[in-house]
């Protein structure tokens, strides 16, 4: 629960129907969109990434605040969402998070609407403002999905959506969603594209538009949508609508960077019906280790190697949820396995913690192995590779 405490410190279906256009946004649009009347319970955003020198107070960086990075003891999945409450009274909701396919096909969804996840948010005044970081409850199966989709670097998106248990019509229910192995590093005069899906999760048909939320673009970045913003779709039950992104970055790149774009469907309510996110960063230095060594597993499982790690990136942050993999091979060097590593503690821009456990191997197996930290904008760092023989007698440097 402390360490739980300390990150809150810390983290200040077919092809729709389109009205397409293409539309070119220079630096100063600002991509906050007027969503109507939405609710006073939000999923709020976090600060997370080190930015050096005063950029870092004036502008604070920030992404959708939905964290994956818990993963217990018992290896089950828990997702932290900060949920604010922007109103003048105490609102309790139901939260649920989605698993979501590059596409927004759901992969797993919890909780199950017979047993609902609630939570209370004091009002403004009383903390809601701060917000509250809560833990929703996953399962077995959500974190092996997580690990496999991380492991093959496959795009996949969380969605999180807080429905308040009021009947005032004003506060309806608010939908936020971030995107993991989608991000892009960008290169002096380059380009990085997205591609998005944004579904109609409603039983009917549904006239809507297309708005792009985000922060300002840094100056001289420009970006491409299509469709343009505002433009209208008109949806069936649970049909897509598509689109892209271009980002472009100017010749001379001074200094870290960022552009974080949210594609979303809104309603004519103003309510979110489904969102995408394109996080784009001008870093390409990788992650920085400071810890990293190998011993033996825990007894009750002989014959395997725990490995654990710390690095740092204050450029683009540490990548979630696996950021960290090792891979190892018992052939000499030939081939290779890889086998992500859990988070363990951290806020992904300074040094953060992962560990795993790989195996079981026969006694007397000679295992080659190196440690792998990748951040968000794709940029990785290894550690040399080392030979152990299993059983591990003594604690092994990997850096």
Same mark, same amino acid.
């Given at each position: ?11 200040? +279906? ?14 100063? #649009? ?13 999923? &709020? ?7 050096? !020198?005063?950029?870092?107070? @004036?502008?604070?960086? &920030? ?71 809560? *833990? ?35 506060? !309806? ?15 002096? !005069?380059?380009?990085?594209? #997205? ?12 006239? @809507?538009?297309? #708005?792009? *939320? ?16 505002? &433009? ?5 039950? #649970? *049909? ?17 960077? /960022? %552009? ?18 394109? /996080?784009?960063?001008? $870093? ?12 033996? +597993? ?18 683009? +942050?540490? %990548?979630? @949820? ?21 988070? @363990? ?8 913690? /992962? ?41 092994? $440097?990997?850096?």
């Amino acid at each position: 629960m402390a360490r739980r405490r300390k990150l809150l410190g810390l983290l200040l +279906g077919g092809t729709a129907v389109l009205f397409l256009s293409s539309l070119t946004l220079a630096a100063d #649009h600002d991509g906050a969109t007027a969503l109507g009347p939405g609710g006073d319970v939000v999923v &709020a955003d976090v600060p997370g990434l080190a930015r050096p !020198g005063l950029d870092a107070i @004036a502008r604070p960086p &920030a992404r959708p605040g939905i964290l994956v990075a818990w993963r217990n003891t018992e290896k089950i999945l828990e997702t932290e969402v900060r949920v604010r409450n922007l109103g003048s009274r105490t609102e309790r909701a139901r939260v649920m998070v989605e698993i979501l396919d590059a596409d927004h096909r759901v992969l797993h969804s919890r909780p199950d609407p017979s047993t609902p996840f609630v939570i209370e948010v004091p009002a403004a005044d009383r903390g809601g403002d701060v917000g509250l970081l809560v *833990q929703v409850p996953g399962t077995l199966e959500m974190n092996r999905t997580l690990d496999a989709l991380d492991r093959n670097l496959t795009p996949y998106c969380m969605r999180v959506t807080v429905e308040p248990l009021a009947t005032d019509v004003r506060r !309806g229910a608010n939908r936020t969603v971030k995107c993991y192995n989608a991000s892009a590093r960008m290169a002096p !005069g380059g380009a990085a594209l #997205h591609q998005f899906s944004l579904v109609n999760t409603t039983d009917r048909e549904l006239r @809507a538009t297309v #708005h792009y *939320q985000g922060p300002k673009l840094p100056a001289g970045w420009t970006m491409t949508v299509v469709p343009a913003d505002g &433009a209208g779709v008109r949806l069936a039950p #649970h *049909q897509a609508a598509r689109g892209s992104v271009v980002v472009h970055g100017p010749a001379r790149l001074d200094g870290p960077a /960022f %552009a974080d774009i949210r594609p979303a469907l809104v309603a004519g309510s103003g309510a979110v019906i489904d969102m995408s996110e394109f /996080f784009v960063a001008a $870093d390409d230095t990788g992650p920085e280790f400071t810890e990293a060594s190998a011993a033996a +597993g825990p007894p009750d499982r002989p014959g395997t190697v725990y490995v654990q790690v710390r690095a740092s990136d204050t450029g683009s +942050g540490v %990548a979630e @949820a696996s950021g960290a993999s090792v891979l190892f091979s018992t052939d000499a060097g030939r081939t290779y396995a890889r086998g992500p590593m859990l988070y @363990a503690d951290g806020n992904f821009t300074a040094p953060t913690g /992962f560990d795993g456990t790989i195996g079981p191997f026969p006694g007397g197996t000679v295992v080659t192995m190196f440690a792998v930290v990748r951040d968000v904008a794709g940029n990785e760092t290894a550690t040399r590779p080392v030979d152990v023989r299993v059983p591990v007698t003594a604690p092994v $440097d990997l850096r």
